[in-house]
Every structure is written in structure tokens, then in C-alpha cells.
């Protein structure tokens, strides 16, 4: 049923969208059935990337990381994606009330579960980890991503469209901040923690 809902949401989100609300999914099936899959998604991609393929700038002299440093950032940024996720729906849990909303936390997880599933399928560039391709997957899948938060927000949320807009922007401004947390987070993580080791 979710590979359903998520392939009719990629093409007529808006009916998709009351269809998921009907469904009345739990916290630990949403944790388990989906974002399990779809975090691994990026972090596997990359870490084939980055120690088969190599990291890359510019398109030339590619960079690989060894298996052992490589490992344990991909399950640190798995991880991650996890607590990023729970974390973006308690805070959408969290403001609804202001906005006139009255659902429960697991239909806050639905939403943010649906919405960001464009940037973990775009983790898939990963396994072809030039900077400016990576760059360009990344911000297709944003753009996509903002387009099902503003569509699903009135529909999972049920409120009316006009503080839809508002509690839907609200809801960009801290999943942009956890998305840039998450990537400083990594490097620091990589930085310090787990120092990167490379093969030639």
C-alpha cells in the first residue's frame, strides 16, 4: 500500500493525499515499513559511492574512502535521518494547535513521511557522487518535496487553505534548518568523530 500512495502522490498528490489520510497508519509502521527503507536509500548509495565510485568536484580526480571510515558515517547518517524525520513531525505536532489543526502525531509523521520521500529517493545520486550532479538531483527533489508540503498540508492537517499556506511555510523554515543541521552535523561527524581515511 505505501509504494501505492507513494507513486500516486508523485502523480495526482491532492486526491493521494485524502486517500493516506484514511488510512490511519501507526507511529511504528510508518518507523518500520517506511522510513527504514527509504533512509537507507541515501545512505547506502552513498557510502557505494563514495568507496566504489570515488567522490568527485569537478568530474575528475575522483577521491574513494576506504570501507572502514566510510561504514560507520553511512550508519551515522542513517540514524540521523531517522531522528530527523521524528523530530520535523513532533514540531509539526507541535504548532498545529496555533494554526487551528487537530490530528494526531502519527498523521504528522505521515505527512512529513510522504513529503520528504522526493529527497530520499534523490539520495540515489549518491551512488554517483559528483558534487554538481548530486547539486542538481538535490534541488529538483526540493522543489518537489516544498510542492507535496503545500499540497498535503490542507488535506492531512484539515485546515482551511489560507493558514494551510502559513502552517506549511512554517513547516519548510524548520525542515530546512533540520536539513542543514543534519549536513553540518555530518561534517563535523566526519570531521572529528569519524575521521575519513581514502584509497587511490
Known sequence: MFLQHMMGVF???KQEWRSIRNEHYSAVHVFLAQ???LAAIPAVALFIGTTQVGWSIGGADFVKLSVSSALP????FYVAMWLAVGFIAWSIHWMEKTYGGKVSYEECLVLTTFTATPLFLSGLA???PMLWFNVIVGLVALTYTIYLLYTGVPEIMQIPEDRAFFFSSSILTVGLCVLVGLLAATAILW???VPLSYTH
Do not use: K, Q, T, W
Request: a neutral charge; charged letters at 0%; hydrophobic letters at 50%.
Open 11 to 13: 502523480y495526482h498528490p
Open 35 to 37: 522510513i527504514s527503507i
Open 73 to 76: 558515517a553511512a550508519v551515522a
Open 126 to 128: 549518491g551512488l554517483y
Open 191 to 193: 570531521g572529528s568523530f
